[in-house]
Nanobody, 125 residues
């Protein structure tokens, strides 16, 4: 069973930066994609970014493109989300995700195979 453990959330002022980490364990060879979703109060969980395990190619939601960077450290089996130029609308619980879709990570939360427990990110104005 793949296990995902996030860390790095917190409170930051608008314009600031945070880095989230997601440590993975278990049979990670069974996953193709590692990524991040987020869920704000009263809203559905939405796709943020993912990186393909083998190609190391990142993909981003339009709302974070140019501000967030996803990366993967294979030596540590850890996925990172570097968030810069943060906005109040980025406030949400951020979830690490992994799936086995060989055609790319699903943008639909219900189709994701594995989730972390979530970490709160709050951006104050």
């Amino acid at each position: 069973q793949v296990q995902l453990v996030e860390s790095g959330g917190g409170l930051v002022q608008a314009g600031g930066s945070l880095r989230l980490s997601c440590a993975t364990s278990g049979p990670t060879f069974s996953t193709y994609n590692m990524g991040w979703f987020r869920q704000a109060p009263g809203k559905e969980r939405e796709f943020v970014a993912y990186i393909n395990w083998q190609s190391n190619k990142p993909t981003y939601a339009d709302s974070v493109k140019g501000r967030f960077t996803i990366s993967f450290d294979s030596a540590r089996n850890t996925v990172y989300l570097q968030m810069s130029s943060l906005k109040p609308e980025d406030t949400a619980v951020y979830y690490c995700a992994a799936d086995r879709n060989p055609w790319g990570m699903s943008r639909t939360a219900s189709q994701i195979n594995y989730w972390g427990q979530g970490t709160q990110v709050t951006v104050s104005s």
